[in-house]
């Protein structure tokens, strides 16, 4: 009898997961440290689009300012060790601190409205942050921050082979807890709230409170992503905290699947690597990748990553979005 045939798109994770793994091992061959700033960057989008995905693609929450929380992971380094305070530890709780006394707030804010004022509430509140950081001359202003000292673990201070790995890892369990949350009672509730939260609030869940922890908890991985980017470059800046930063993680989750659990990684990947290849192409390369990106969420709905959907999966769900239109024009016949 044969086994079950494994499915196409754990074998894709576990392929793109152990080339990202084997990095540290090529730079340390060719002596390349480049490839690891250049993949650890990749990585560290991935995450800030993977804390975005919990909120957008499974909330249906569409927030412009979720930069705002990669640069408070930025900035607690930066500015911590401006003062001397270089302990890796302290760094990332000053970060995940300062990202939870703002986010509840906002949040909470935010979550009182729908749509486009969801949206321009988020934005307005990272514009506020970015121009408040932007004020900021002791600590560089808008020509940011130069890291003196990266976060202090010991032996591994400095040790870009251990940041790298440490971001992985990161990734890594960020895609587990995640993949909890969703498949969870708390993801049921989060993922039928985006359909429709009257109905959810009608049979007694309150689901703004859902929403509320789901949007804390992505915004502390955003916060956690920027805390890796500051030890990857070295530098932080206002510009990590743009609402342009905002959008380029929106267009990573559409690109790679919005609501799925990989889409947000095959998204940072895809997106950078096509604006790279553009570069070297030509010095009107955003003229090119506009038009492209936008072709891409046109022509594949359920992203990169939907591209992989077993055919049987991608006829059920055609099925199912048809009866539930079929539906909808049913009932506002009758309601004629």
């Given at each position: 009898?044969?086994?079950?045939?494994p499915?196409?798109?754990?074998?894709?994770?576990?392929v793109i997961?152990?080339?990202?793994?084997?990095?540290?091992?090529?730079?340390?061959?060719?002596?390349?440290?480049?490839?690891?700033?250049?993949?650890?960057?990749?990585?560290?989008?991935?995450?800030?689009?993977?804390?975005?995905?919990?909120?957008?693609?499974?909330?249906?929450?569409?927030?412009?300012?979720?930069?705002?929380?990669v640069?408070?992971?930025?900035?607690?380094?930066g500015?911590?060790?401006?003062?001397?305070?270089?302990?890796?530890?302290?760094?990332?709780?000053?970060?995940?601190?300062?990202?939870?006394?703002?986010?509840?707030?906002v949040?909470?804010?935010?979550?009182?409205?729908?749509?486009?004022?969801?949206?321009?509430?988020?934005?307005?509140?990272?514009?506020?942050?970015f121009?408040?950081?932007?004020?900021?001359?002791?600590?560089?202003?808008?020509?940011?921050?130069?890291?003196?000292?990266?976060?202090?673990?010991?032996?591994?201070?400095?040790?870009?082979?251990?940041?790298?790995?440490?971001?992985?890892?990161?990734?890594?369990?960020?895609?587990?807890?995640?993949?909890?949350?969703?498949?969870?009672?708390?993801?049921?509730?989060?993922?039928?709230?985006?359909?429709?939260?009257?109905?959810?609030?009608a049979?007694?869940?309150?689901?703004?409170?859902?929403?509320?922890v789901?949007?804390?908890?992505?915004?502390?991985?955003?916060?956690?992503?920027?805390?890796?980017?500051?030890?990857?470059?070295?530098?932080?800046s206002?510009?990590?905290?743009?609402?342009?930063?905002?959008?380029?993680l929106?267009v990573?989750?559409?690109?790679?699947?919005?609501?799925?659990?990989?889409?947000?990684?095959?998204?940072?990947?895809?997106?950078?690597?096509?604006?790279?290849?553009?570069?070297?192409?030509?010095?009107?390369?955003?003229?090119?990748?506009?038009?492209?990106i936008?072709?891409?969420?046109?022509?594949?709905?359920?992203?990169?990553?939907?591209?992989?959907?077993?055919?049987?999966?991608?006829?059920?769900?055609?099925?199912?979005?048809?009866?539930?239109?079929?539906?909808?024009?049913?009932?506002?016949?009758?309601?004629g």
């Amino acid at each position: 009898m044969m086994g079950k045939t494994p499915d196409r798109r754990v074998v894709v994770a576990t392929v793109i997961l152990a080339f990202l793994a084997l990095v540290p091992l090529y730079a340390w061959l060719a002596d390349d440290v480049y490839v690891l700033t250049y993949f650890g960057r990749m990585l560290a989008f991935a995450l800030a689009a993977l804390g975005l995905n919990l909120v957008l693609g499974y909330g249906g929450l569409a927030s412009l300012g979720h930069a705002m929380y990669v640069g408070f992971g930025a900035y607690a380094v930066g500015i911590l060790s401006s003062f001397g305070i270089v302990n890796g530890w302290l760094h990332l709780a000053v970060a995940l601190l300062a990202t939870l006394v703002i986010a509840v707030p906002v949040g909470w804010i935010a979550l009182r409205t729908h749509g486009m004022a969801f949206i321009m509430i988020t934005l307005a509140f990272a514009q506020l942050f970015f121009y408040m950081f932007v004020s900021l001359r002791p600590f560089g202003g808008d020509e940011g921050l130069s890291l003196t000292e990266l976060s202090d673990f010991g032996v591994l201070t400095g040790n870009k082979y251990a940041i790298y790995l440490s971001l992985f890892a990161a990734v890594v369990f960020t895609l587990w807890l995640v993949g909890r949350i969703v498949n969870s009672r708390f993801g049921l509730v989060l993922k039928a709230t985006r359909f429709n939260a009257r109905r959810v609030n009608a049979v007694g869940t309150a689901s703004r409170p859902y929403q509320l922890v789901a949007y804390v908890i992505s915004a502390q991985i955003c916060a956690v992503a920027g805390y890796f980017m500051a030890n990857l470059n070295g530098f932080v800046s206002p510009a990590m905290m743009s609402w342009l930063v905002s959008a380029e993680l929106m267009v990573m989750v559409l690109l790679g699947g919005m609501g799925t659990l990989f889409g947000p990684i095959a998204g940072a990947a895809g997106l950078l690597l096509i604006e790279d290849g553009l570069k070297m192409l030509t010095i009107h390369w955003p003229l090119i990748l506009g038009p492209l990106i936008l072709l891409f969420v046109l022509k594949m709905r359920q992203g990169l990553w939907g591209m992989l959907l077993p055919t049987e999966e991608k006829v059920e769900r055609e099925g199912k979005v048809k009866q539930a239109g079929k539906a909808k024009h049913q009932r506002g016949g009758a309601n004629g």
